[in-house]
């Protein structure tokens, strides 16, 4: 039996994460699948799932007691085995069934975890499923189902590949002009993918870091961290490459680097990606979350959609795009999401529109992102602080006259010549601020401004 003490601590607001000594054991995982079974058929979904694995030593061990869980309550189980995070999303989509994905993500080596979805890759989060989940992992498990269900196993690599490809149609895939790529794996699952993707592109791939190895033995699967992203920008400028692309570890996210070796703000591939959704697509709509670039809904309503602003999440991203009808999503974490990719987020695919567009452009990467690069930003600036709803009640006070504020997730703060976010943690006591500014002068001014107000006692 599981407290819900010990569940409240590694059930996190859109996943399952924790330390692989004492917390994502084989007993909780077996657990876990139990539940996730018992949900699924609560919910009337199919009779079955599909479960995928990262690299890491334990994941194996773990996506096998997951599915003893599983089956002992009567749902069949296929195994894909090595995939990233969108492979699982992909074959979810495809195989229109439920799907479990065993990662940390950007996580060090001593952490795991299991991101869950319902049917076509439908988000499992703390409102649609992960409570429930919960509570019933907290119950303990049912006897086990009159007949077991079944373990098969199916490799999708090569069908997730044609899939990406086939979301271009009109474009040779070794058409145009040959890029130079180099690519840090972070000895992630974009080591397994991108071979297999890069090998049908008229690329030349430099890879880094491909060896599959959840310890990380070279920096962390972290690229949203600059110093993560060190090694990547060093080797562009060695070899003189078109881009360099980054992956964390499950591969869900990718992070670009230009040609001078500089580190791309993910709002510039967000309107990049939202164009060229819009050429194919006039008037559709794009979602952006709140702390995106102010150029992304400027570059959207330039191209004649409708820019609509979403909380930071991937939940209530894509419950925003089943609402609207959006046909792309971006946030500032470097996922990005696409309504003919089940409305998931995958990283690959994003990189493979930065590419297509590079492939068939004369400019050089940083000459074709440049319409985006419109204003000025500081990057997350976490505080550590005592009281996170009193420094949120100050931010709120000392802003109150001449800004407007809202409060659709944290507090946004917009001035003359710029705008900030501060939101707390999930899941430490934090305060991240992001400031965008139109000036060095103005950013500075209003970076040490709030910074002030959030550490005021």
């Known amino acids: 039996m599981f407290t819900l003490d010990f569940l409240n601590s590694i059930i996190k607001a859109y996943d399952i994460r924790g330390l692989v000594d004492g917390q994502i054991t084989p007993e909780f995982t077996e657990a876990v699948g139990a539940a996730f079974a018992q949900f699924l058929i609560e919910e009337g979904e199919a009779n079955s799932l599909i479960i995928g694995e990262d690299m890491r030593p334990s994941s194996p061990n773990l996506a096998e007691s997951f599915s003893k869980g599983a089956t002992s309550q009567g749902l069949n189980v296929i195994r ?23 990662t940390a993500s950007h996580n060090p080596a001593a952490y795991n975890g ?26 303990g498990a049912p006897s086990p189902a009159k007949d077991r269900g079944s373990v098969t ?8 590949v044609d899939f990406l490809l086939s979301l271009f149609p009109g474009t040779n895939e070794k058409s145009g002009r040959r890029l130079k790529v180099v690519i840090d794996a972070g000895n992630g699952m974009a080591g ?72 791309v703000n993910p709002s510039a591939l967000t309107g990049l990606i939202a164009v060229r959704e819009l050429k194919a697509k006039p008037g559709s709509s794009i979602i952006y979350n709140l702390i995106s670039s102010r150029a992304v809904p400027e570059v959207v309503a330039e191209h004649g959609g409708t820019a609509i602003r979403s909380r930071v999440g991937h939940s209530y991203i894509k419950k925003l795009m089943a609402e609207t009808g959006a046909i792309f999503g971006g946030e500032h ?61 100050r931010i709120v006070d000392h802003y109150s006259s001449g800004h407007t504020i809202d409060q659709l997730d944290g507090i946004t703060v917009t001035g003359e010549g710029y705008w900030f976010n501060v939101r707390p943690s999930n899941t430490e006591p934090l305060l991240r601020l992001n400031v965008e500014a139109g000036t060095p002068e103005i950013l500075a001014a209003v970076i040490k401004e709030a910074q002030g107000v959030i550490a005021a006692t």
């Open 80 to 102: 894909m085995g090595l995939a990233s995070t969108d492979m699982l999303y992909f074959a979810s989509g495809k195989l229109n069934l439920p799907g479990v994905m065993f």
């Open 114 to 139: 299991i991101k869950m979805c319902k049917s076509g890759a439908a988000p499992i989060g703390q409102e649609s499923g992960l409570l429930r989940i919960k509570e019933l992992v907290a119950q």
């Open 153 to 160: 196993h199916q490799s999708l690599l090569s069908d997730y």
């Open 192 to 263: 397994y993918t991108a071979p297999a993707v890069m090998s049908r592109l008229n690329v030349d791939v430099i890879p880094m870091y491909f060896e599959l190895d959840g310890n990380f033995p070279n920096h962390e699967a972290n690229p949203i961290e600059p110093k993560n992203l060190l090694d990547l920008q060093a080797r562009v400028k060695a070899e003189g490459a078109d881009i360099g692309l980054a992956f964390d570890g499950d591969a869900d996210r990718c992070f670009l680097v230009n040609e001078r070796a500089e580190l």
């Open 333 to 393: 974490s470097g996922h990005f999401y696409f309504a003919d990719f089940w409305r998931a987020d995958s990283g690959m695919l994003a990189a493979l529109y930065a590419l297509t567009e590079l492939n068939s452009s004369s400019q050089p990467l940083s000459e074709l992102l440049a319409p985006f690069n419109r204003y000025l930003a500081s990057g997350e600036i976490n505080t550590t602080v005592a009281d996170t709803s009193a420094a949120l009640k």
